[in-house]
Each structure stands twice: as C-alpha cells, then as structure tokens.
C-alpha cells in the first residue's frame, strides 16, 4: 500500500513564526502536492513538484513556498505564519504521467493553528 | 478555467436510505473524473475513478457514471450504512498545464444515522 506520511498531526505556531510541514511517501512518486483544506472552501492547491529540485506554483502560493531535495520528501514552509494560514494542510503524491499519474494519495493532514 | 460544482452539505439519511450526490463540471476535452473520501480525522482518499464517458466507476457499494452530455458525474448508493458518514468530494483532472492537477469540488459532508 502506498505511504504518505506528514510530520505532525496537530501544530499551534505564533504569527511571525517560520513554520516547516513534512511530507514523505514511500511508493517512488515522481508528482508531489501540497493543498490547504478549508470549510466551504474545499481544498485548494498551494505547490506541486514534477521532479526533485523542481517546484512548480499552484492556485494559492503567496505566504508559502516548497522545498523538493529528495524524491520521498516535499516540505511546506510559511516564511512567515500568519492567522489566516489556520487550516488543514495535506500532503499527496501520484505516480508519473498520463493516466497511471492521476490519482493520488493523500496523507492525513496537519490541522496547523496560527495564534 | 476548470471547475467542478457538487451538492452543498450536510446530507442527512438514515441507515439504508439511498444516496445521491450531484457533481457536475466544467472542462475542455475529455478529463478523468474521481470521487474521493474522507473519514473523520483522515486525509482523503480515492473512493472511484472513470476515465472517458460512458464509464461507471464503482467501489464499496457506491457508483458514478460519467455522463459527456450533462458534464455529470453524480455519486449514488443504494443503501448507504452509519460507517459511510463522511465528506465526499468530486474532482476533474485538469491538463491545462505541462502536468495534471485535480480541480475539487468544496465537498458534500454525509451523516449517516442508525
């Protein structure tokens, strides 16, 4: 069964705060996905990653950027956190192109509260 | 752009009630389309696919079937149990760009009472 794994379940940050999110999988997923998932929102992409090293913007990247050293892992970083970065964010990954790359796996998310 | 609209929530049934939940989009071409689940306290996860029309996708009891001419991909159970209270999203698969990404509905939230 494919892995993917995110750091913590639960964080509570103060604004200002230099905030890293984990992710890991475990399956050789060459597509990584960060989302923020609120009520009535539903969930939005924030950043995505194709390959190592590369990083491409999703629909909602201010406050935000990623980091893609490994294949496994792709971080979430808030370079500043801010009250209104209160969400769940949750990690996914897909594996190559086409149709095989649809579908992704989504790990169990970090509620992150901002005070 | 892409978009995918489904039934505001909450949906509230009694055990063994049949379930419907409309999904409609707006897309170029012919996209995949996916129906994914998440349990209480969970992350999401893939309920079914289909991936051109006329397909049926089919898992756990539940069924879709991708409908071209309505831009419809509703989800149905004919007997749904307390165990699938849940928040059901509909998603299109988008290739606007050099890759794929999944367009989410905001989701439909199922409550389920024995």
């Known amino acids: 069964d494919v892995k993917v794994t995110q750091s913590s379940r639960y964080l509570v940050k103060r604004t200002g705060e230099k905030v890293f999110l984990e992710c890991v999988q475990d399956m050789d997923h060459e597509n990584m996905f960060w989302y923020r998932q609120d009520p009535g929102l539903g969930l939005r992409l924030i950043y995505f990653s194709y390959d190592v090293k590369m990083k491409e913007k999703g629909d909602i990247p201010e406050g935000y950027s990623v980091s893609r050293e490994k294949k496994e892992r792709f971080s979430l970083i808030l370079e500043s956190a801010s009250t209104n970065q209160t969400s769940m964010y949750l990690c996914?990954?897909?594996f190559g192109t086409g149709v095989m790359g649809e579908t992704q796996y989504f790990g169990p998310g970090t509620r992150l509260l901002v005070l | 752009g892409d978009s995918v609209t489904q039934m505001e929530g909450p949906v509230t049934l009694s055990e063994e009630a049949f379930l419907t939940i409309n999904c409609t989009y707006t897309a170029t071409g012919y996209p995949s389309l996916f129906w994914y689940v998440q349990y209480p306290g969970e992350g999401l996860q893939l309920l079914l696919k289909a991936t051109k029309a006329d397909d049926k996708g089919s898992n756990k009891g539940f069924e879709a079937t991708y409908r071209k001419e309505t831009t419809s991909f509703h989800l149905e159970k004919g007997s749904v149990q307390v165990s699938d209270s849940a928040v059901y999203f509909c998603a299109v698969m988008n290739y606007g760009g050099s890759q794929g990404n999944l367009i989410f509905g905001k989701g439909t939230k199922l409550s389920v009472k024995p």
């Open positions: 996914a990954s897909s």
